[in-house]
């Protein structure tokens, strides 16, 4: 049982090398007041919409909603009900919120030297002022202060939008979503909210409820799609309007970044056959590849910056899947071949100075080996930043030690939280800020770059790669 | 040629930054003297049920039977002829001990920096107290010391036994094995040594001497094998005696961890194929594949621990497989896929609690993008510690870096030697504390864990996560 | 915009722990007089053979012929033809190369923690004394100093070459190569610039003009060659000469190290496709695969060490290739097979101590994977250093982290530079030299290896290791 006071290192992420150490602070301190640039997650925009939303109780606001907790109790043995997750098949879920909470905090040793586990300790210190460790003992205690703090105004999730200096916040929406949010954020003055055209459960054949996907996209563009052409036509439309309510990228995730042009005649009949719902082997992985090509074909036209999410498996626990749904912390990275699957893309749009690709992946062994040469060679490609489980220390130190001596610092994206955990967005960039500067300080010390030179990298880390990146500027 | 004393450095496997090789050593002394769990292995349990079995000689000890030795002598031209090995063709093999000794000595050099070289320097200095180094002019002087010590009763494989404070050793064992050494042991009191079912000479249906390996079997059980259905029950009664007999573990190895549900007819048709000698393209993966399904299925039932080592290429050298047989250091690892493969199985037992699996690779890409994510979701699941090769200070730092962000380390399953080399195992138990100790201060100094919690994570790491995993509480 | 002065940190590629630098430090001291072993490189002979020869401006020498510099450049959206390189669609390159440098001087910050920008910054500063950083304040100066420079004799590639203390240089040339370059070299004493037999040109039936090649080829030899046996008794008299002109080495480059044993005849009917230019599927790749094993039957026979670099999609951009041609930094990464795609060779030839085989490829998983492993078992395998985009600190320091444990220093051929830039190969062999010598700091102040067996290693890294690889002895 821990019993000193909870206190956040200010040291933290630092080389323990006093030298080093120094000079990561004075880097830090140098951005450390940036505004937060958000350009690509998942908060929900209905939050931010209604002024009077609330974040609920602390069990709504922290765990059940975070698939990075829940996987990891599940994985200690908690079943997913006594979390409060509810159930397809009518099992009891826990409902009180309390005593979720009690059973968090009696297992939340299993984040030490996590990611989560920093993130929450950030969270309750930074944005609570808890001062205690979180454990059984503490467990009640701290929910309860947790629970009348978050009914206040000063916790709603606008408040929190404004103490957290966000200065641009995109979400991702799906092509079918009328973006009402954002409209009225709009409305009210909250340009900074942008979405991001997500056309996944449309541009998927596999994508669990294609055809009621479909349906929506039907009724939002008030037009029927009974065939390949008026489905891009659709999507093409969906996107015009998009980047008028603010979108400047889009995004997509696929299994494999397969790409491949297929004639139209092979598009309309593929699309035909996934109306009928009598696919053919290889036609969902055709299809996605095509429409990488044809969302890359659109993004040299209207300008909207392509981004790629490639290599997971989703779901890949079928019993838990059904019983739980998605997002539950169940999706398993897969190995990813980008050199070769990208070539039709790139031979295509390549070298088109109007086109921009982020490309994402959860492959390291790819940082090295295929993405930081892809993107120190062509003009349109960025790296984004470590992605979901490399989204922690050593995940950065990887990325940093292994892209950046080929792809060079301009040809990366800066960082993007990638959450729809909306309060741990500060304690997210606070990482990504002070691994970056300690890479940096690494660097000054080991006479590899000079200590000026420092001083704007960490500025461009934090700050101005994600905003060029995204045309945010 | 060195002119210093052998001397083990007290700071070895620590970071030289003084702040966190000070905290290194703390954590270290705290867990030093916690007695040795070895639950994987592969001491010959022959070496102890005999009270007056010696070592033999010094090359008999260190060098003949140490494939990790062999590959590298032979790496660099030295015919294993010459050290000793011998020969299915009838070239003639040294058999003057001292002068393999001496031919080992001259070319120690070779291994500096690393594992097998800092576990040599460690068992000549703690269990020897050699003080001199080892090269070509204090190799006769040493064999002299080695030979007498090795003849008295303080330095038989039982005495030694006693001195290393090893609570519980596990052997592995073939699934025909009667287990007498066992059972003998356990007449005498040493209930701690426990044998591990591991089936691999009969359920791989291209293990050398299948047949051969199924007549064993066969006499064991006392029944004929002639159908599948007669294999499955074999294999489930011997299961039931190792448990008896103190197993809590099984292993198996294969190229793949690739898993697949065949029918009872598939099955059957597969083994009465390999009856007579004639398989199909295909039956040797798909029956492996198959019988990974079924040691998880009797897993479930009986409680037993399923080990799974897999992605190493046995024999990767015809001619000398030919000539000097299997174990001489010609296995080579391959790359592996997880996440696929490991589905079928996962889906079919992935929730059930009464199942517990361990996972063992040796391809490094996967611990973050496929085993640490796998783990970090399934209850079933631990990671083994870093296997063979990786069993280094570097191996074992990449996985703590890799692993530990989303496995967490409860996720994991402490420690295990893995060693044929019975002097060598307080070496390799040593090295890991450190190593394992060196990371939590590298931790702490960051600011990513409490001084507190450290302590906790080093006993689980030196001892309990070891227990726990092969229930052996 | 930088203020101080150019200055190369004499602490650069050292930790910043200071017990380990001054270690690094004496290492490196040790060493650092040793003179240049560059056994592996595309210094183009000419250079050397013409008294009177002269590197052109600045730009000529550091930018046109670098596709480190021009990929990077390419990548932050600067067009080929601003730096000078021609087209083959007839569209104009700049020619004013003091407009060139003036481009690539804004630009330089994008080399910022690159290993092109370290090394141009040595080359600036130690072989031209330029004193001030390059960017765009400066660049006009710096232009018209180095001009001046190069026009002089002390700054001839001659004058260079003497400079740069290199003991031995192997250039790489085709199998057609009638060497006269080298001839010349010799007659004048310089007999230390030693030919490579690289036949890619004409063995890999898909290389760029490969019929043309075969003619050339046919024009040396004086012969026919129609049909696969006179091509291999045409390589066979070319290696012969190769080796009279003091080659010690050949080498070849491959997507894959696949390898296979043709029969004679199936060699000879794809040979007769590949002259009338109708191959089948699979033909290129048996093909090569088929010629690995012919190389090193050749290399068992003659005693030329062979050397294989694998894993690289040339010319991955279709367009870029069209206008600029090759090696203009459009080569990607693929990922590597080895245990298993090289076990039909070193089945045939991997115990046999007449052969010698250097391996290199750029997917650093394979390190601790594939190629230590096999490294650490076959007497005929050694393991080139970190390859072209690993040719840099991180590159270097995964390196040794992930192979020496497992295949040892003396499996290990030292380090090649690589380079056609003829300028730049003292400050590679610097960077390799201080990266190492940090490494065994490292080793020493962790305690895994004595200080002075650190002495022998570093001279074995910077020197020994390469001349014995290489046979240049």
Same mark, same amino acid.
């Given at each position: 049982?821990?019993?000193?006071?909870?206190?956040?290192?200010? !040291?933290?992420?630092? +080389?323990?090398?006093?030298?080093? &150490? &120094?000079?990561? %602070?004075?880097? $830090?301190?140098? @951005?450390?007041?940036?505004?937060?640039?958000?350009? %690509?997650? %998942?908060? !929900?925009?209905?939050?931010?919409?209604?002024?009077?939303? &609330?974040?609920? +109780?602390? =069990?709504?606001? $922290? @765990? @059940?909603? !975070?698939?990075?907790?829940?996987?990891?109790?599940?994985?200690?043995?908690?079943?997913?009900?006594?979390?409060?997750?509810? =159930?397809?098949?009518? +099992?009891?879920?826990? =409902?009180?919120?309390?005593?979720?909470?009690?059973? $968090?905090? /009696?297992? $939340?040793?299993?984040?030490?030297? =996590?990611?989560?586990?920093?993130?929450?300790? !950030? /969270?309750l210190t930074n944005v609570f002022g808890v001062d205690e460790p979180l454990n059984s003992r503490t467990a009640g205690y701290i929910y309860d202060y947790l629970e009348r703090l978050l009914a206040l105004p000063e916790f709603s999730p606008r408040a929190l939008f404004k103490r957290f200096n966000i200065e641009v916040l995109c979400t991702t929406d799906a092509a079918s979503d009328t973006l009402e949010n954002q409209r009225s954020l709009h409305e009210e003055g909250f340009t900074q909210i942008r979405p991001t055209f997500r056309p996944d459960a449309v541009v998927n054949l596999d994508a669990p409820g294609w055809r009621e996907n479909l349906t929506k996209l039907e009724s939002t563009v008030g037009k029927e799609i009974s065939t390949y052409a008026t489905f891009i036509k659709a999507l093409e439309e969906r996107r015009a309007f998009f980047k008028k309510m603010g979108a400047t990228a889009t995004d997509q995730g696929a299994a494999t970044p397969y790409t491949t042009r297929l004639s139209d005649q092979e598009a309309e009949a593929i699309f035909a056959r996934a109306l009928t719902g009598k696919l053919n082997p290889g036609d969902v992985e055709n299809f996605t590849g095509h429409m990488f090509m044809e969302m890359a074909r659109m993004s040299v036209e209207d300008g909207l910056v392509m981004q790629m999410h490639c290599g997971v498996m989703r779901n890949h626990n079928p019993a838990l899947f059904e019983t739980f749904g998605s997002d539950k912390g169940a999706d398993i990275p897969l190995k990813i071949e980008w050199t070769q699957n990208l070539r039709p893309l790139l031979s295509a749009y390549g070298n088109d100075r109007r086109f921009s690709l982020i490309l994402f992946g959860m492959d390291e062994s790819t940082y090295s080996r295929e993405l930081a040469p892809l993107a120190g060679h062509y003009p349109t490609i960025l790296l984004g930043p470590p992605w979901w489980f490399h989204d922690s220390v050593n995940g950065m130190e990887r990325y940093f030690n292994q892209v950046m001596e080929t792809a060079g610092l301009y040809n990366t994206a800066g960082f993007n939280d990638d959450t729809r955990a909306f309060v741990s967005i500060p304690a997210r960039h606070n990482v990504w800020r002070r691994v970056a500067c300690n890479w940096l300080a690494g660097l000054v010390t080991r006479g590899l770059v000079e200590e000026e030179e420092g001083y704007d990298m960490a500025r461009a880390l934090a700050y101005d790669l994600a905003k060029v990146a995204y045309k945010l500027d």
């Open positions: 049982m821990l019993t000193k006071k909870l206190a956040l290192s200010p !040291d933290r992420c630092f +080389s323990p090398e006093p030298v080093q &150490r &120094r000079l990561a %602070h004075q880097f $830090f301190d140098s @951005i450390s007041a940036l505004p937060l640039v958000c350009p %690509h997650g %998942h908060v !929900d925009p209905a939050l931010l919409a209604n002024p009077a939303a &609330r974040f609920g +109780s602390p =069990t709504e606001l $922290f @765990i @059940i909603p !975070d698939h990075y907790l829940l996987r990891m109790l599940y994985s200690r043995g908690i079943p997913l009900q006594a979390l409060g997750i509810p =159930t397809s098949d009518g +099992s009891p879920a826990e =409902t009180d919120h309390r005593k979720i909470w009690q059973l $968090f905090a /009696e297992h $939340f040793y299993l984040f030490q030297g =996590t990611p989560s586990g920093l993130w929450l300790k !950030d /969270e």
